[in-house]
């Protein structure tokens, strides 16, 4: 199976594609990670993109196409993806199609959350990590019980991304609002979206897509 996860950053699909990841044995691709990953390795690619990460705009659609096109050329033909965060243009979901097709995958789903912008700059100003493991917690929403403590693996280290402050989560918003939700109705005319309230709470959105994905 393959699906995309839709919705404005903040949305949860990093915390969804993560729960897909171990409960379903399928693979995320999230081209945010790959992103980051060049930026913090300070890689050529690394250096140009920091600038247009950090502002919260959008990397070219030639760079994230070729990063994916990259992943998906390693992964055996029946492993499940999850994109996440890609693609984020019409242009990204045109090719997206085509690598797709070259290498016989259907896409099964476009699951778009549906959420509030308000709600969501407070979400994701909020939120830190772990860096030991990547648990994710939220200054507003989910404290670590023990502070400066992970509650998984007990780490005192964490992190915030460079674009979470609101600023640039306002343009990450506008990003998504004038380039990103056009891609809808692409995916509609193949019958493919279905719309997930990702407002609730993670189990209720998680029952969401579960019957999404089972249905
Ligand atoms: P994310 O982790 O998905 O919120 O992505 C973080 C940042 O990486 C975005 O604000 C963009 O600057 C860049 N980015 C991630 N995915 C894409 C994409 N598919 N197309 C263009 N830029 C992207």
Same mark, same amino acid.
């Given at each position: 199976m393959n699906i995309i996860l839709l919705? %404005?950053? @903040? $949305?949860g699909k990093g915390t969804q594609a993560t729960r897909l990841v171990k409960e379903r044995n399928m693979v995320q691709l999230s081209t945010g990670d790959m992103l980051r990953a060049e930026k913090n390795a300070g890689t050529p690619l690394g250096d140009r993109i920091k600038a247009v990460m950090d502002a919260g705009e959008l990397v070219s659609d030639e760079i994230v196409t070729q990063l994916i096109d990259d992943r998906l050329a390693g992964l055996a033909p029946e492993q499940g993806v999850i994109f996440d965060g890609?693609?984020?243009?019409l242009a990204q979901a045109q090719s997206l199609d085509a690598l797709l097709d070259a290498r016989d995958r259907t896409l099964d789903y476009v699951v778009e959350l549906e959420v509030d912008e308000e709600a969501l700059v407070k979400r994701i100003t909020g939120r830190f990590e772990c860096v030991a493991c990547g648990a994710l917690y939220n200054?507003?929403?989910?404290?670590?019980i023990k502070a400066?403590? +992970?509650?998984? +693996? @007990? *780490?005192h280290e964490f992190k915030r991304r460079a674009d979470d402050n609101e600023e640039a989560v306002r343009t990450r918003m506008a990003e998504y609002r004038a380039k990103? $939700? %056009?891609i809808l109705p692409h995916y509609e005319a193949k019958g493919i979206v279905r719309r997930v309230d @990702?407002? $609730? *709470?993670v189990e209720t959105v998680s029952k969401g897509i579960d019957a999404v994905l089972d249905g």
């Open positions: 919705g %404005p950053p @903040g $949305a890609y693609p984020r243009t200054d507003n929403y989910k404290q670590p400066d403590t +992970c509650d998984v +693996c @007990g *780490s990103t $939700a %056009p @990702g407002m $609730a *709470s």
